[in-house]
């Protein structure tokens, strides 16, 4: 099945419920009319359906090849010239700096083209993804010269970036890592290590990969405060040579086939500086925070194309008569979408992917709010939100995305389970991005463990403020009145974690997950009232697709009154504490 964007969708949200239109009015973004977005999203829509979409299979039955006589990488088939006509096109600079031949537009409309991509092809956006991550951490922490050096041809797509980060005996815990720079006489440093699950690490649909590699500096502490960060190119740009970094393997995977995932090995390659000695965490943390963002889009992208696949199935396939008598008289039985429990499964993918998108895109415009608004209070608070929302949508994106993309598989029965469907391959694909960049645990712990407590609580104030102000502003606002309860609820719950996690810090960390969640369903509770108010003002204009805009209020009812209860027991979960959750002594695990 072809790909559709979700244009209608996307339109209303940036327009009827963000007012990205009123971007334009700032300086940093004067060039994004609305005609201009909605071209993007138009000409990006053709793009993924005629050039990506059609690598995706074979990707996956392909996946990539590895010759270790010279530690080459091959892509599948297709990727190379589809990766071209990306870069070609500009793709890859859509929000990157003006100065480096980027288009300089807001975020936000990179976060739609990353859930296009994603819904397309999500291992071929694995290549260009990190590269945007790599250009942002060198644009804020690198030096005048890595910036002239690498950003251009990051920019164009030239080259593509990476995020060295894991190795054997760390993942999470990267105070752990092993890899060693040594300071040279010319100011660079020597590179030792081994680096594995390198996404993009070594491949061939760019003639140089920008490594930006974790290392610690001789003598430096024996933790995340000893971590510096370093830019290790695979070509030397000034000489040309190799720099030896060398791909020593594939990983094997459940999913993601036609993404390269490599053990790396520096052999004393060359690599600078970005940014200052042991301060490595905070310039990678300007990567991973964009690149938990992105994941999060990856998560709702399989959940779209999912919802697709599994609603046209729905339509087509012919089993059983209605509950409520023949809807399809002619034939030998009704399509499945008549049954309530099909309706159930169709119902919450799309109205979570909806909520979902909403809350991407919200968080996508706060980033841009945080950095284009003239004063500095307004910014401030807008990166607040994004800093609290970073981890909502890594983790809650992610798991719901894997999710729904589970429960399209189930609309299809057996068809679902075979490879003559995309279901599964979207399911095995999903399944990483609940990992990576942080595992969901760990966002949960960033959630409640450090921006719970940033500025002495700014950041989950500043949310509170913006829910308060649209509940005592909009009184009359579609489920105002529910929505009311969920904030208590989410209110009580940050007072139980904030006093107890004082206390106990396990008590925090077996709460964390949800607290996470109910975090995630209170700001799309919030944003699905948003979208119903909307919709009925734009019913009463007598404008717009009317069966759009009352599917809105339908769906807000329905995620009302069919998902949103979950915050009930998530609070009961939250209240009752850590005690059964770490009360096992080690001889209760086997018994
Ligand atoms: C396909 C793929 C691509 C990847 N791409 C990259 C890449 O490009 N660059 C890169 O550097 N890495 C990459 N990774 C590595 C990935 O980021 C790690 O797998 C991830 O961060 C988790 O680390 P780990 O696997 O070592 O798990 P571990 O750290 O061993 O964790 C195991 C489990 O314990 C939990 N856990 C650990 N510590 C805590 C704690 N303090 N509190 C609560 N729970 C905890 C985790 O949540 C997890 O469930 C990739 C991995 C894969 C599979």
Excluded at 134 to 159: D, F, N
Excluded at 436 to 461: C, H, P, S
Aim: net charge negative.
């Amino acid at each position: 099945m072809q790909y559709q964007v979700p244009i209608s969708d996307l339109r209303f949200l940036l327009f009827d419920l963000l007012g990205v239109d009123e971007l334009q009015q700032l300086d940093k973004y004067a060039e994004a009319t609305p005609d201009l977005i909605v071209t993007i999203l138009e000409e990006m829509g053709k793009f993924a359906a005629e050039v990506i979409q059609p690598t995706n299979k074979i990707g996956d039955q392909q996946g990539c090849s590895y010759d270790p006589t010279t530690h080459a990488v091959t892509t599948p088939d297709g990727f190379r010239e589809a990766y071209r006509q990306f870069a070609e096109a500009g793709w890859t600079a859509l929000d990157a700096p003006v100065e480096f031949g980027g288009q300089g537009l807001p975020h936000v409309l990179k976060f739609i083209v990353d859930e296009i991509v994603c819904s397309s092809n999500l291992s071929l956006g694995m290549y260009p993804g990190l590269t945007h991550g790599a250009i942002s951490a060198i644009y804020t922490h690198g030096s005048p010269e890595l910036q002239q050096t690498y950003l251009q041809k990051l920019v164009s797509g030239e080259w593509t970036g990476t995020m060295c980060l894991t190795e054997p005996q760390c993942g999470t815990d990267l105070g752990l890592i092993r890899t060693r720079a040594t300071p040279n006489d010319d100011g660079s440093y020597s590179i030792e290590g081994t680096k594995i699950w390198i996404t993009g690490g070594e491949h061939d649909l760019v003639d140089n990969i920008v490594h930006l590699v974790l290392a610690k500096l001789p003598g430096a502490p024996n933790s995340t405060k000893g971590i510096s960060l370093f830019a290790v190119p695979k070509v030397l740009p000034d000489s040309g040579e190799r720099n030896p970094a060398f791909c020593g393997g594939l990983e094997h995977k459940m999913g993601i086939k036609g993404s390269s995932t490599c053990v790396m090995n520096f052999e004393g390659a060359q690599g600078w500086m970005i940014g200052e000695p042991n301060q490595g965490m905070r310039a990678m943390f300007t990567m991973m925070n964009e690149a938990r963002l992105m994941v999060g889009m990856q998560g709702l992208g399989l959940a779209e194309m999912a919802f697709q696949e599994s609603l046209g199935f729905a339509r087509d396939r012919l089993q059983s008569r209605s509950l409520a008598g023949p809807q399809n008289p002619d034939g030998p039985a009704d399509p499945i979408i008549v049954h309530p429990d099909v309706r159930r499964m169709l119902m919450r993918q799309k109205v979570l992917n909806e909520g979902m998108r909403a809350l991407a895109l919200f968080t996508g415009h706060q980033l841009d709010l945080s950095v284009a608004l003239p004063d500095a209070d307004g910014r401030q608070q807008a990166d607040d939100l994004v800093q609290l929302l970073t981890p909502v949508v890594k983790a809650f994106l992610t798991d719901e995305g894997f999710n729904n993309a589970n429960m399209g598989l189930q609309v299809l029965g057996g068809a679902g389970f075979t490879t003559d469907w995309p279901l599964e391959q979207l399911v095995r694909d999903g399944r990483i991005a609940r990992i990576y960049e942080g595992t969901n645990g760990i966002q949960a712990m960033d959630l409640v463990g450090r921006k719970l407590g940033l500025g002495g609580g700014r950041l989950i104030a500043g949310l509170f403020g913006v829910l308060d102000e649209y509940l005592q502003d909009n009184p009359e606002a579609p489920h105002a009145s529910e929505l009311t309860d969920t904030v208590a609820l989410l209110r009580e719950a940050t007072s139980w974690v904030a006093s107890h996690g004082l206390e106990d810090p396990e008590q925090a960390g077996s709460a964390a997950s949800a607290y996470l969640r109910l975090m995630a369903l209170t700001v799309i509770a919030y944003l699905w009232s948003r979208m119903a108010y909307a919709a009925q003002a734009r019913i009463a204009s007598g404008e717009g697709d009317s069966a759009f805009l009352q599917a809105k209020l339908v769906s807000a009812r329905y995620y009302y009154e069919k998902l949103l209860p979950e915050t009930l027991w998530l609070a009961r979960d939250i209240n009752s504490g850590k005690e059964s959750v770490m009360a096992f002594a080690d001889e209760h695990w086997a018994a």
